[in-house]
């Protein structure tokens, strides 16, 4: 059974709509991690957590906010998308800051 | 620029080849990750190496590490067609992993 899982899997938005990605993992990570995937640049890190309560800024926060309201939930937030933002995001969870990483199966992101 | 990189953008086989993927990075690392992405899926981890190691086997996979050249290699025997996808490299970073932009392997029957 998938131990993180991404919802949703394909989601159309409108220019300055808000949208949220969730994700939802069962291995009991303390860390989770949001990656945006564009051809060209590779994983790219936007926002990561170290636990319940816990958000951090990756490498390109500007424009996205990231929730963990629990140890086995964290969701991206787009308050005002932009086209810019059309790209596919990961969820991903580890153990710690240099341990493997469990990814899930992407959601991808079209914004109009 | 990328802080690990591999070293070709694709690379095609046959079933029952061999096939080598190579990666560098720019810092000190205390292992290096070796990841694989099917297409419509999210990357999986195929192989961890620590800074001490030389080498490391897993099934048909073997990879090897280099500090002195900060390069690594992994190799995939007897190539299936279910190996075709992309192939990233992934080392320590300030915030966790850094990766590659990955190279892309297609096994032909």
């Known amino acids: 059974e998938a131990a993180v899982t991404q919802s949703p899997r394909n989601k159309v938005a409108v220019t300055g709509g808000k949208v949220t990605l969730s994700c939802n993992q069962t291995n009991n990570h303390n860390n989770m991690y949001w990656y945006r995937q564009d051809t060209g640049h590779g994983l790219r890190l936007i926002h990561y957590s170290y636990g319940a309560g816990s958000t951090e800024k990756g490498d390109i926060p500007d424009g996205y906010k990231a929730s963990r309201p629990s140890q086995e939930n964290f969701s991206l937030i787009l308050e005002l998308a932009t086209p810019s933002q059309t790209s596919v995001y990961f969820c991903?969870?580890?153990?710690?800051?240099?341990?493997?990483?469990?990814f899930g199966p992407g959601t991808r992101l079209t914004v109009l | 620029s990328q802080l690990a990189e591999e070293n070709l953008w694709a690379l095609s086989v046959h079933e029952g080849e061999s096939v080598t993927v190579n990666c560098s990075y720019k810092t000190s690392i205390t292992a290096l990750q070796w990841y694989r992405q099917k297409s419509g899926e999210g990357p999986a981890q195929l192989i961890l190496?620590?800074?001490?190691?030389r080498e490391k086997r897993n099934g048909r996979l073997r990879a090897t590490l280099d500090t002195s050249s900060q390069s690594s290699s992994l190799s995939i025997t007897a190539t299936r067609c279910e190996d075709t996808a992309v192939y990233f490299c992934?080392?320590?970073?300030?915030?966790?992993?850094?990766f590659g932009l990955g190279t892309r392997v297609s096994v032909f029957p």
């Open positions: 190496i620590r800074s001490n190691e």
């Open positions: 991903a969870s580890g153990t710690g800051t240099y341990a493997e990483q469990f």
């Open positions: 992934a080392t320590d970073y300030a915030q966790g992993l850094t």
